[in-house]
């Protein structure tokens, strides 16, 4: 029997894996309403509950944050013992080989509040939370878990391998794509468009998204946070600070360290200007040095093949790993803001930039997607732009038949700094985040202004972001210190943001992709015919 095309096994892959995902996943346990108490704790408050232990926070936020508590707890500016109650709890149980996590889901005081309990294995899970012991008997363990640990292991593996290639990948096919284009003359043209097209993208990307927010409101009344799991540190810079470090990361003072470190802005300058001095220098010298790295490229090119073809495998463990991961208590919680997302990534996707590739690329915009369907489903299982890189470069050249010139330019470039995704996704996250606040808070208004700001503060936070799972999450601190929201407010929307980083990252190869067609375009860059798509059909 006939081996079916590439896409099309990824594509069962995909299916089957979320079926197999849904199968062995745990599921969530309703619990039945506990006690807690509210304690002072050195001149600080804790919430005291026996399941998840106890947030200890300072009185402002608690009286920001659980105001009808607040009303209880606190008589005459003092803290007082008080008991409370705990409603709707439930919990979900994933244990993948690596580690025991508990989500568990609850509302205290009507705010709902999210707790990640996690240990290295059973034993110490037990150990460290007793309070969970009888539920982790009862659930903990066997197939699903096995299932589970097996998924996690493969997906990594293949991620693992599609990172081997990638930056020889990047080299390789920089410096032959640009030591091709015989003069330096065509490059900065072609970088001109790219950085155009990149920037017109991500602010149409932007816009639609505040368009969205504005529209559908999801945040007017939505409980937010509160949270022992807290807000994802690290992303606290200065905006100017941002901007300084991403240029000062695109010259590296030791490319070696660069390449070691997997550096990807520094890799890209490093190899544009490697290859711009093999031009200048021709002769011989730069003669033996292209056809050097030709070969180097052919033979990166067919080693990213192989890899490549065990995409189905990766990507069926990804997809296993994510669905039988997955809590839907906290889904339902968040319901309108994940639909919002999804719309707006949809429009930008689905008729944005479908028109670009077809009134400014020239070409049709769903044979375009089904050449790149295998790098989008990847991206899809994945929530890595950069861990599915060699799969864009694969599609966009051997697929679509755009010239390695262009996409070893526009694609690992791209890869770092054009995220349309990312960048709509902050903007709606970070305006879902005001409009909560807004709502219980009424002297927080959210201005015009502040959404001007989102939406600027947002595009540099997506140039910021690496393409690799959750980076846009981190980045997001960026926006919310710019518009004076609190990062704690992040608190609930981790808990959904896998899924959501699936579809934005699907986005943000989808943009890179479309951009390969818009530049070859307007640089005139011949269009081969696609012989590869019959070859990549054969060989699978
Ligand atoms: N995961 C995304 C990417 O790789 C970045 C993000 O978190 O938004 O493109």
């Known amino acids: ?103 568990y889901t609850r509302r205290v005081d009507g705010r709902a509040v999210v707790s990640k309990l996690e240990a290295p294995n ?7 939370h007793p309070y969970w012991d009888t539920f982790y008997t009862e659930r903990g363990g066997g197939f699903r878990a096995a299932v589970i640990a097996a998924a996690r292991f493969v997906g990594d593996m293949f991620l693992r391998l599609l990172k081997m290639v990638t930056i020889p990948l990047i080299v390789t096919s920089l410096i032959t794509g ?17 950085l155009a097209y990149y920037a017109a993208t991500s602010l149409l990307a932007i816009t639609i998204g505040i368009a969205m927010v504005n529209l559908i409101r999801p945040g007017v009344n939505a409980q937010l946070p509160g949270g022992g799991e807290g807000a994802i540190q690290g992303g606290d810079e200065s905006l100017l600070g941002v901007f300084v470090r991403l240029v000062q990361n695109m ?145 966009v050249e051997e697929r679509a038949g755009i010239s390695n010139r262009v996409s070893s330019f526009v694609l690992p470039l791209g890869a770092t700094i054009n995220m349309d995704g990312t960048a709509l996704y902050e903007a709606v996250a970070v305006l879902f985040i005001a409009q909560a606040y807004a709502s219980a808070d009424p002297t927080f208004t959210l201005t015009f202004g502040m959404q001007i700001t989102v939406a600027f503060t947002a595009l540099l936070a997506s140039v910021g972001a690496a393409g690799i799972p959750h980076a846009g999450l981190v980045m997001m601190a960026i926006v919310l210190q710019a518009v ?36 070859a375009r307007l640089t005139g860059e011949p269009v081969a015919v696609p012989t590869a798509i019959a070859e990549a059909a054969k060989t699978g």
């Not at 640009?178 to 790219?194: D, E, H, I, K, Y």
């Not at 550096?263 to 190899?271: G, R, W």
């Not at 609930?492 to 579809?503: E, F, N, P, T, Y």
Request: aromatic fraction near 8%; proline fraction near 4%.
């Open 178 to 194: 640009v030591s091709g284009l015989g003069t330096t003359a065509q490059l900065g043209s072609m970088f001109l468009r790219t």
């Open 251 to 395: 010259f590296p003072e030791n490319p070696i360290q660069s390449l070691a470190g997997g550096d990807f802005l520094a890799i890209i300058t490093f190899s544009i200007l490697f290859a711009i001095f093999i031009i200048r220098t021709g002769g011989e010298s730069g003669e033996t040095l292209r056809r050097f790295f030709q070969s180097a490229f052919d033979v990166v090119m067919h080693l990213t093949m192989f890899v490549i073809a065990l995409a189905p495998i990766g990507v069926l463990a990804f997809m296993t790993y994510a669905t039988a991961t997955q809590g839907i208590d906290i889904f339902r919680t968040l319901a309108w803001y994940m639909l919002t997302v999804f719309l707006a990534l949809v429009i930008h996707a689905g008729i944005v930039l479908p028109l670009i590739v077809k009134f400014v690329g020239r070409r049709s915009p769903v044979r375009f997607a089904k050449a790149m369907s295998p790098a989008l489903m990847t991206a899809f299982s994945t929530a890595s732009s950069n861990g599915t890189l060699p799969l864009t470069m694969t599609c």
């Open 1 to 103: 029997m006939k081996k079916p095309a590439l896409h099309i096994q990824i594509l069962i892959a995909l299916v089957l894996g979320t079926i197999i995902g849904i199968l062995v996943n745990p599921g969530e346990a309703p619990l039945d309403d506990a006690r807690g108490r509210i304690e002072p704790r050195n001149g600080e408050v804790a919430i005291v509950e026996e399941a998840a232990g106890e947030m200890v926070m300072s009185v402002e936020l608690f009286r920001e944050r659980y105001e009808t508590l607040a009303e209880r707890a606190i008589r005459d500016g003092r803290v007082e013992p008080t008991e409370i109650a705990i409603t709707r709890r439930r919990a979900h149980l994933v244990e993948d080989g690596r580690s025991v996590t508990l989500t």
């Open 484 to 519: 004076g929201l609190p990062l704690e407010a992040q608190g609930v929307i981790i808990a959904v943001d896998r899924v959501l980083d699936m579809c934005r990252t699907t986005v943000n190869v989808w943009s890179d992709s479309c951009g390969c067609t818009v530049v």
């Open 122 to 128: 059973a034993a110490r899970f037990v150990e460290r």
